[in-house]
């Protein structure tokens, strides 16, 4: 028997690749499939079964495709309705995977057709325990995704998350290995470890929401304290893992056009593009094209582009080296940003070149952003942290206002004067500086290195306050 974790770091996603006997299970597959086609064959076997712990959200799934390469069904527990081919199985129900038996255990709460898929070994005894979104290393899949297609409030879903883990998940053996479907970073939980696998002992004593003594009513507190507005782009994602999408090639295809600086900038006046710059921050604030967005690929890139952009459907025309298109259309289309109208050729220096108009981003560092406070005192700073670093610490007389709502605080940022605007490392804040600038809003100031370095540089903060305690 054979266990892989396919780890996706940008996506806090892990697959699986499960082999015995010349046969091969998948679970979860990421949407660019052929790796799993190619392990497989390498090791002289066939895929058997793809095996789907729910509806995902925060990615697209390659179910689809993958079942139409190999002909190996896509298997769902109880509940699922999907709008193509597949095998609905039972509560309890077995598959076998040359000498391992797969037993499916559903375990709604997350989503009404959340399940569970335990591995036993040749021996009949249990093994691992493969839990999607039911189940995190620290945490539990949070329970107000799936409201508006189960026709249940956040607490009716916590409630049944309750139920499923300790009627079905509790009672294993503590030496099962867990491997969930998401570790620390995704939006999918909330208090994840930054560990991917674990036993199921070692959660019981570590996972909150797994204590032994807990009412359902704390749980549903607990569960549903502090939940984050989940990103805008879920519900199509779902939309797409139910109903079926295109294949990635075809993507792949249209995304990869060349384009001319002349072409590029007609393509974005004819269709109304998102120019999306993936260079590296610093990269953008030295020159980038005006009204172009950055979020770049050396960070949460893929679901910042979900959280800002919105609507799978936007077009987009990509500016960046050439070397890594390819890899900005493989990790939009995770997303289900399926709309890549092309790239411009030969990237920002083809524009600048070409005599085109070009923007910058005022960026400071920390310590000429002290000199400058101790200056003027009540010079306006925004932090667009989440919450809960705002929370814990901030500079003094900081405002708050969280990339991810950026929008809607638009009129806060003056009209007629200098601010500051910084994040925790560099990244967020050059993100929001674009989106601003795009907004006609001009006269900030980036401060390189984040909060970071404004604490490196000893610039007075407030006091801080744990995370734990926060309410």
């Not at 991917?196 to 929401?209: E, F, P």
């Not at 490392?425 to 989106?435: E, F, H, L």
């Amino acid at each position: 028997m054979k266990i892989e974790q396919i780890y996706t770091g940008c996506l806090a996603q892990g697959a699986y690749y499960i082999e015995s006997n010349g046969e091969v299970a998948i679970i979860d597959p990421l949407r660019e499939v052929q790796p799993y086609i190619d392990k497989a064959n390498d090791a002289g076997a066939k895929i058997k079964y793809i095996f789907e712990t729910h509806f995902h959200a925060d990615f697209v799934s390659g179910h689809v495709t993958l079942s139409e390469k190999t002909g190996a069904p896509i298997i769902y527990g109880p509940d699922a309705n999907p709008d193509f081919e597949a095998i609905i199985a039972k509560d309890a129900q077995e598959f076998k995977l040359g000498e391992i038996t797969f037993v499916v255990l559903h375990t709604p709460g997350h989503t009404m057709e959340s399940t569970t898929y335990l591995l036993g070994d040749k021996d009949g005894k249990d093994h691992a325990l493969f839990t999607g979104d039911t189940l995190f290393l620290g945490d539990v899949g949070r329970p107000d995704l799936a409201q508006k297609s189960a026709s249940m409030t956040q607490e009716q879903l916590a409630e049944t998350l309750y139920d499923s883990l300790r009627n079905k998940i509790m009672p294993l053996a503590d030496d099962i290995t867990v491997y969930p479907a998401h570790g620390a970073g995704s939006a999918c939980g909330k208090n994840m470890m930054k560990e991917t696998v674990d036993t199921l002992g070692n959660q019981k004593k570590m996972n909150y929401a797994l204590r032994a003594d807990m009412t359902k009513e704390e749980f549903v507190k607990e569960v549903t304290d502090g939940l984050l507005p989940p990103p805008a782009y879920f519900p199509m994602n779902v939309k797409l893992n139910k109903e079926g999408y295109k294949d990635i090639d075809e993507i792949m295809a249209k995304g990869r056009s060349a384009l001319s600086p002349e072409a590029f900038e007609a393509a974005a006046n004819e269709t109304g593009a998102v120019m999306l710059d993936i260079r590296h921050q610093g990269e953008f604030a030295e020159g980038h094209i005006p009204g172009s967005i950055f979020i770049g690929l050396d960070g949460g890139f893929a679901p910042w582009v979900g959280d800002l952009i919105k609507d799978v459907q936007q077009p987009i025309l990509l500016i960046g080296n050439e070397d890594r298109i390819e890899e900005a259309i493989t990790r939009l289309s995770r997303v289900g940003f399926d709309n890549t109208l092309g790239y411009l050729e030969g990237g920002f220096e083809t524009w600048k070149n070409a005599g085109k108009l070009i923007d910058t981003v005022k960026s400071i560092t920390a310590e000429e952003f002290k000199t400058d406070l101790e200056r003027n005192t009540d010079a306006p700073v925004f932090d667009v942290r989440k919450p809960g670093e705002f929370q814990a610490e901030h500079v003094e007389k900081a405002q708050h206002t969280a990339l991810s709502e950026l929008n809607e605080h638009l009129s806060e940022y003056p009209e007629n004067k200098e601010f500051y605007i910084h994040c925790a490392g560099g990244y967020r804040s050059m993100i929001a500086a674009s989106i601003l600038k795009s907004r006609g809003i001009h006269n900030l100031i980036d401060v390189k290195g984040g909060y970071k370095a404004i604490k490196e540089a000893g610039i007075k903060v407030t006091n801080y306050v744990c995370p734990s305690t926060q309410k």
